[in-house]
């Protein structure tokens, strides 16, 4: 079983809105990503949570939140955000092995629009 | 740095012909992997298949094979008897093996099958 889930499928938010994003998987693996993705453009990562601990953050702006409660679930807080904010949001889970990580299986997305 | 080229943004072919991909990759590491993803109109990126630089047969998975020239950088995607639900992006996708979570893409081909 390859699968990640991603909650919501669709979000539309204000600026002032606080609303969180949730992805899961039960593949057992200990790396887990969020990306963000424009139309028409390939996925650019923001962060990357091993073994529940932040590794990567790709200079995301702090109204970006994410959060990693347990190996099996990884959250994206979002608090004001921008129109240009408007994208789709992917996450993905690899194994981890320590010393390397393996292919990433990515989750179906949520799209979200900032009003 | 890597960087992953894909020099052919749209492409289109008729049902049941065959089509090939273009990639091509600059690293100067010698252990890493490479992969093509699809995204459908649906949005979720799916692994197509997966290839290890250390090894030199090439990656097959059913109608999708991979033509992988080290020496040259070069990752190409082969699709046989093209079905109407190969149309999509394709990205193609680049993560050294150790020590880097980090995939890079490719811009993407946008794959179209005609029926």
């Known amino acids: 079983d390859t699968e990640v889930t991603q909650t919501p499928k669709h979000l539309v938010m204000g600026m002032t809105n606080k609303k969180s994003l949730k992805c899961e998987q039960h593949?057992?693996?200990?790396?887990m990503y969020w990306y963000k993705q424009k139309a028409k453009k390939p996925p650019e990562l923001m962060f990357v949570?091993?073994?529940?601990?932040?590794?990567i953050n790709e200079s995301v702006p702090s109204r970006f939140s994410p959060e990693c409660p347990n190996s099996s679930l990884l959250n994206l807080h979002l608090h004001a955000l921008q129109p240009e904010d408007s994208a789709l949001y992917l996450c993905?889970?690899?194994?981890?092995?320590?010393?390397?990580?393996?292919?990433?299986?990515f989750g179906p997305g949520t799209r979200l629009t900032v009003l | 740095a890597q960087t992953v080229t894909q020099s052919q943004p749209e492409m289109s072919v008729q049902e049941a012909e065959t089509v090939t991909l273009s990639c091509t990759y600059d690293?100067?590491?010698?252990?890493?992997?490479l992969f093509w993803y699809k995204q459908p109109p649906s949005r979720q990126m799916i692994l197509v298949i997966r290839q290890e630089a250390y090894k030199q047969q090439n990656a097959t998975e059913n109608r999708f094979s991979v033509n992988f020239q080290k020496a040259a950088k070069s990752f190409s995607l082969k699709i046989s008897d093209s079905q109407l639900g190969d149309t999509a992006m394709y990205f193609c996708a680049f993560m050294i093996s150790f020590g880097n979570e980090k995939l890079t893409f490719g811009t993407g081909t946008r794959l179209t099958i005609i029926p």
């Open positions: 593949m057992g693996h200990r790396a």
């Open positions: 993905a889970s690899s194994q981890d092995e320590g010393t390397h990580t393996d292919t990433q299986y």
């Open positions: 949570y091993s073994y529940e601990k932040l590794s």
């Open positions: 690293t100067s590491e010698s252990n890493y992997y």
